[in-house]
């Protein structure tokens, strides 16, 4: 069972949430900065990190229905409404962007749940997973969002995206800080040291993937890979160089994993 939208709010409104989300935009902010001329869907409960795409040309937050939905943005016209996560209410390829956070981790079916939104997202376009990670402090947090459901690990996430017919491009971590209340003022220098001598404490994983192959959408919303058959079928998106985090080793099912940090 989900996480209700209210438990939601207010861990975000106290100082834990707030570091949380602050560390998180870091991430993001490397990886789309102000998402310029871009469609993008939040689902999940995305709402605190949304706000920073101010050059985006749309933006929507789709909360499933098992967590309930908030008005947003508190001023303005409404964009968030209230979803079905095996059936979300959008055309294919609507999006160049989405985003998914707190979705994966408490969905009764991960694979379903990506699937839908992979097909909103357009040929070109990108996604990254946000979700808690397997060996981090902050899954074992109960008192935190990322205490409950199920926590991944960088292979599982690979072999999830690659499952609905994505391959990863990038990928970073963040929340190397214990869920610690006299720790927290030094979540900078966690961040700072742990990804370079502890990068398994990460309490957060995200990893983006785009469409490196064609996908067929069936009439009822799945799937299925297709294989290329020229190397060179779609453009393949850039990602915004950063000198900060960097990644060694390989992936998943013999495939190295992607090189392109954020």
Do not use: K
Request: net charge positive; glycine share 12%; charged share 25%.
């Amino acid at each position: 069972m989900r996480r209700g939208i209210d438990d939601l709010r207010t861990f975000y409104g106290e100082p834990t949430g707030t570091l949380v989300r602050r560390l998180l935009a870091r991430r993001l902010d490397d990886a789309w900065g102000e998402a310029n001329g871009s469609d993008i869907l939040g689902i999940g409960y995305a709402t605190p990190w949304l706000d920073a795409f101010v050059g985006a040309r749309r933006v929507v937050a789709a909360m499933p229905a098992g967590q309930g939905v908030e008005l947003w943005p508190v001023t303005g016209r409404n964009r968030t409404l209230l979803v079905d996560e095996r059936r979300l209410p959008f055309a294919a390829g609507a999006f160049d962007r989405v985003l998914l956070v707190h979705a994966l981790e408490e969905a009764d079916d991960p694979a379903a749940l990506l699937t839908e939104a992979v097909r909103a997202l357009s040929p070109a376009g990108r996604i990254i997973l946000v979700a808690a990670a397997r060996g981090g402090l902050w899954a074992r947090a109960e008192a935190t969002p990322f205490g409950h459901g199920r926590p991944f690990t960088r292979g599982q996430l690979e072999r999830l995206v690659r499952q609905v017919g994505l391959e990863p491009t990038a990928w970073s971590q963040t929340l190397y800080v214990p869920p610690w209340p006299p720790l927290l003022g030094l979540a900078d220098g966690f961040e700072q040291v742990g990804r370079r001598l502890i990068p398994g404490a990460a309490g957060l994983i995200l990893l983006e993937a785009s469409r490196h192959a064609y996908a067929r959408i069936r009439p009822g919303g799945l799937t299925q890979r297709a294989r290329a058959t020229s190397p060179a079928l779609l453009p393949q998106p850039a990602t915004r160089p950063v000198t900060d985090l960097g990644r060694t080793g390989s992936g998943t099912d013999g495939v190295d994993a992607p090189d392109e940090p954020f």
